[in-house]
């Protein structure tokens, strides 16, 4: 398109997709849904201790202000003008949790990443007061079991362990939310009047809000001992919540806002009960929309809110498999094993072998999550031989990616007892051929890939530009864009498919029950903290030393003996 034509775009909507990995800004036509331009910058994840996964909101909140002034220089120099900005949309890791200072602006401790598993102390000590020690004791007024993974529990473990978050809640100075919440307050003001809210996908996913009602539930604010007063006021997906207040974009509306796998399934076009996407982000997250209908899954899988697009529409909600690792092995390979340079070469190696040659990789870094919820899993790659090598080893790590979608795929297939004929995908790692071919063969159905991928932002796009007071983007099914697709048909038999999972069931089974909570009080975990064992090596190392001793007074007496003769 030429840029005397692109200065006639018409309106057009900004995306903020605020992922784990990285934040990007987007910038799409409202007629169209092309993408025009975007800008993306990746976001450090820190690891403290063993099991804890950190972000620093304060860099979240930059690399967005970055994101967006890069894009619209883009813009710029495409011809396009950026006053044709018209609304922006949000998306957002969900149930990252962060809590900050209302009178300064300031967070009051790194925001806990979702995968986080430093609450499982507190889980245990919740479950306690529960009848039955019952993880899903709430899952008909909330949709999910008692987990490390939701907003109420890394809360709970902020107010007992952060003196400065107590003295604030204390104070009247807190406010909690998840990364949305803070994104919105701080671009429309902050401490000079920023707008404290969250919509209900996000809100879902705390533990904290009743899905039926769509409020805060005072009896789960009281089981957790959360002071209802720092939760941010509950939304709908698609309404202005306030102006953005500094930047190229000020004065521009933000007026959609969906946790990042509801954005995906907007962007996927999946209006309709029993369509279904999967996400390939830093997890893996497989929703199928059952409409106005909430249905509680048999199977190990959440209910959540799937989208409420407007103040006055009906509130519509989804089965959710959620996998806690997915693109974020590839990440592991990369920085933790240095196998690759690059998360693209992960393709190459297992592309060069086109088997795992019977290794098989569990990447339970963080348990498990559906359907098995098991806290206790750890990480494990076996069916090693010498054989193996890190080709090997990056295909194991892409078919373990395969693997834990077709379990959540069954337990979907359970629950709705109609089978998906097909699987609709997005995401950063859909890009990968290798593994889009590798999913087909292990569910045995085609996967449908769209061509442009980036759907979590183009759903919180089109949440915007659909809002109230926007409405520049018309969410009429006749209305919609069609998609152009690549697919992806399965190439091996459906006997050997179910060999390869039957193997990946038994890995998964290995994997569980590794980790307990029942660490030694200081947190020694050397051989020394074994009395038995420590003892035994103490002793052993002391007899050697005298032997030793013993050996030398030996050769220096024979010396002084022979001298003597």
């Known amino acids: 398109m030429a840029a005397s034509d692109r200065m006639v775009l018409g309106p057009l909507v900004g995306s903020i997709d605020q992922g784990t990995s990285s934040t990007r800004f987007l910038v799409f036509n409202a007629k169209t849904a092309e993408l025009l331009s975007h800008h993306q910058v990746e976001i450090q994840q820190k690891f403290p201790k063993e099991g804890w996964v950190e972000q620093d909101p304060k860099e979240i909140l930059k690399s967005v202000h970055e994101c967006v002034e890069r894009t619209c220089e883009k813009l710029q120099q495409l011809n396009i003008d950026i006053t044709n900005i018209k609304a922006i949309g949000v998306s957002n890791q969900r149930e990252t949790t962060v809590v900050w200072d209302k009178t300064t602006g300031e967070p009051l401790y790194n925001a806990i990443v979702w995968l986080d598993l430093r609450t499982q102390s507190t889980v245990e000590r919740l479950l306690k007061r529960i009848p039955g020690k019952n993880k899903a004791f709430f899952k008909f007024r909330?949709?999910?079991?008692?987990?490390?993974?939701?907003?109420?529990?890394?809360?709970?473990?902020?107010?007992?362990n952060v003196e400065e978050i107590r003295q604030a809640v204390d104070d009247g100075r807190a406010m909690f939310g998840t990364i949305d919440s803070w994104l919105i307050w701080s671009l429309t003001g902050g401490k000079n009047g920023g707008v404290h809210c969250t919509d209900v996908t996000n809100a879902s996913r705390t533990m904290l809000f009743n899905i039926h009602s769509l409020e805060w539930d005072p009896e789960l604010c009281q089981f957790f001992d959360i002071p209802m007063e720092i939760l941010p006021k509950v939304r709908s997906s698609s309404e202005i919540y306030g102006l953005m207040k500094s930047g190229a974009l000020t004065?521009?509306?933000?007026?959609?806002?969906?946790?990042?796998?509801?954005?995906?399934?907007?962007?996927?076009?999946?209006?309709?009960?029993?369509?279904?996407?999967?996400?390939?982000?830093?997890?893996?997250?497989?929703?199928?929309?059952?409409?106005?209908?909430?249905?509680?899954?048999?199977?190990?899988?959440?209910?959540?809110?799937?989208?409420?697009?407007?103040?006055?529409?009906?509130?519509?909600?989804?089965?959710?498999?959620?996998?806690?690792?997915?693109?974020?092995?590839?990440?592991?390979?990369?920085?933790?094993?240095?196998?690759?340079?690059?998360?693209?070469?992960?393709?190459?190696?297992?592309?060069?072998?086109?088997?795992?040659?019977?290794?098989?990789?569990?990447?339970?870094?963080?348990?498990?999550?559906?359907?098995?919820?098991?806290?206790?899993?750890?990480?494990?790659?076996?069916?090693?031989?010498?054989?193996?090598?890190?080709?090997?080893?990056?295909?194991?790590?892409?078919?373990?990616?395969?693997?834990?979608?077709?379990?959540i795929l069954d337990a979907i297939n359970k629950d709705c007892g109609i089978p998906l004929n097909q699987l609709q995908v997005d995401g950063g790692m859909t890009n990968n051929k290798v593994l889009m071919q590798l999913q087909s063969d292990i569910l045995c159905i085609p996967v449908v890939k769209p061509s442009m991928p980036e759907t979590t932002a183009l759903g919180a796009a089109m949440a915007a530009g659909a809002a109230e007071g926007v409405g520049i983007w018309s969410l009429n099914p006749g209305d919609l864009t069609a998609v152009t697709c690549e697919r992806f048909e399965p190439q091996i038999n459906p006997e050997e498919s179910e060999y390869r999972y039957a193997r990946w069931k038994k890995a998964v089974l290995k994997s569980m029950g590794w980790e307990t909570s029942e660490a030694p009080s200081n947190g020694d975990t050397s051989i020394f903290c074994s009395l038995p064992l420590g003892f035994f090596i103490m002793s052993s190392m002391i007899m050697l030393i005298g032997a030793k001793y013993v050996s030398v007074i030996s050769k220096v007496g024979l010396r002084i003996e022979s001298t003597e003769d």
């Open 142 to 160: 909330t949709g999910l079991p008692l987990s490390t993974y939701f907003s109420a529990v890394k809360l709970r473990w902020l107010l007992d």
């Open 251 to 407: 004065g521009v509306p933000i007026s959609g806002c969906l946790g990042d796998q509801s954005a995906a399934l907007v962007g996927q076009m999946c209006f309709q009960d029993g369509q279904a996407k999967n996400t390939y982000g830093t997890g893996c997250f497989l929703l199928c929309n059952t409409g106005q209908k909430c249905v509680f899954s048999e199977h190990g899988l959440l209910t959540t809110i799937a989208y409420k697009l407007g103040r006055d529409k009906p509130v519509c909600y989804a089965l959710e498999g959620s996998v806690a690792i997915a693109g974020a092995v590839v990440r592991w390979l990369r920085d933790n094993l240095g196998i690759v340079k690059t998360s693209q070469e992960v393709e190459k190696l297992a592309a060069e072998v086109g088997t795992s040659y019977g290794c098989y990789f569990v990447p339970a870094f963080s348990g498990l999550y559906a359907p098995y919820w098991e806290p206790s899993a750890r990480g494990i790659i076996c069916g090693l031989t010498q054989f193996t090598n890190k080709n090997h080893i990056a295909f194991a790590a892409l078919e373990a990616v395969c693997f834990q979608t077709r379990e």
